[in-house]
């Protein structure tokens, strides 16, 4: 596998966590690996905050694509349980782009963010030569919140239930089904059931919906290293045990047969959009059925135990040394 994507944990260790600058009594949470946010505590309130790149894929629709990607960025503080207040974004952009192109991304970008309650406060926007990718600058989230309020991603403890929203890969799927048609060799209609997917990816109003309606205790979005190293993640990070049933987890139509078509591991792969939920038992049911009244997929997949590690239907699961996504975007290149 390729060392595309996020750093692993080991380098993380070796590289990151020794030398984090200046340490500061305000800061609450700060970096660790599989934690998607960090915390400062200002005047008795919490500013969670996180930073990501920015990717604008053009073959989703300009406006389209500038939703999505802002939906990306957002999620990481909207897992905290405090919702995303202020963003600061940079779109260092390719040369060619035209100045309308620009538009109609800033238009899904400035729209969604109002929708969402999110000020943009600051940025810089500019063309520079040697861009020629989709990923065209950077963006920190803050939110600004009460710190009672804030739920770690490893927060999760023995009999907390297990709710898993969207299902694995979808982000996956609808990306290489809108970049790849052709590729894929699937008929035409199955092509045009996984682009659907693309609309999996938000999950910032999932979230709220899932922390008003139950007593959350940890929440991850499973990214690079999908679900199962997300799950993995947040198990680790807690000390504790996730015991997952695999018919209980939602797979959205086209999922299956796209990742089959390009043989990745649909748990393994990217997958944007997908929130992993801990919730105190007795409390599963009702978040999963509120995320489910917005229209998302969403399940009670399993439960939290003492011990160590993540089993699916009794075996251990290993999340993957990196993501396969990236391997397979160079093959269908």
């Keep these: 596998m390729s060392d595309l ?68 960025v957002l999620t990481d503080v909207a897992v905290s349980g405090v919702p995303p207040t202020h963003l600061a974004i940079s779109l260092t952009l390719p040369p060619d782009w035209r100045d309308a192109d620009l538009a109609a991304v800033w238009d899904g970008v400035a729209a969604h963010a109002e929708r969402l309650g999110v000020s943009i406060v600051t940025g810089h926007t500019a063309r520079y030569p040697g861009v020629d990718s989709s990923w065209v600058g950077g963006a920190t989230v803050l939110g600004v919140g009460d710190p009672a309020d804030v739920v770690r991603p490893d927060g999760a403890r023995p009999g907390d239930e297990l709710v898993l929203t969207t299902g694995p890969a979808a982000e996956t799927t609808g990306l290489f089904a809108t970049l790849f048609p052709e590729q894929l060799g699937l008929d035409a209609e199955t092509v045009a059931t996984a682009r659907e997917r693309v609309d999996d990816i938000a999950a910032v109003a999932d979230a709220r919906a899932a922390f008003e309606a139950g007593d959350v205790t940890a929440m991850h979005d499973a990214t690079e290293g999908g679900v199962a190293g997300g799950l993995v993640e947040m198990a680790r990070g807690a000390g504790v045990r ?77 999340p993957p040394a990196s993501d396969p996504t990236w391997d397979a975007f160079d093959r269908l290149s």
């Design 5 to 72: 994507g996020k750093i692993d944990r080991d380098v993380f260790r070796a590289v990151i966590y020794p030398a984090l600058g200046a340490d500061r009594d305000d800061v609450a949470i700060g970096p660790q690996h599989g934690i998607d946010f960090g915390v400062v505590e200002v005047g008795g309130r919490a500013v969670v905050m996180a930073a990501d790149p920015v990717s604008l894929l053009p073959e989703l629709g300009l406006e389209r694509a500038g939703r999505f990607a802002l939906e990306i």
């Design 242 to 318: 996730f015991e997952i049933e695999s018919d209980r987890v939602p797979v959205a139509p086209g999922v299956d047969t796209v990742c089959d078509a390009v043989d990745v591991d649909p748990w393994t792969v990217s997958s944007a959009g997908t929130l992993l939920i801990a919730v105190e038992s007795g409390d599963g049911a009702a978040v999963a059925e509120a995320v489910r009244r917005r229209g998302t997929r969403a399940a009670v997949v399993g439960s939290v135990t003492d011990g160590a590690g993540v089993a699916v239907d009794g075996e251990a699961l290993e």
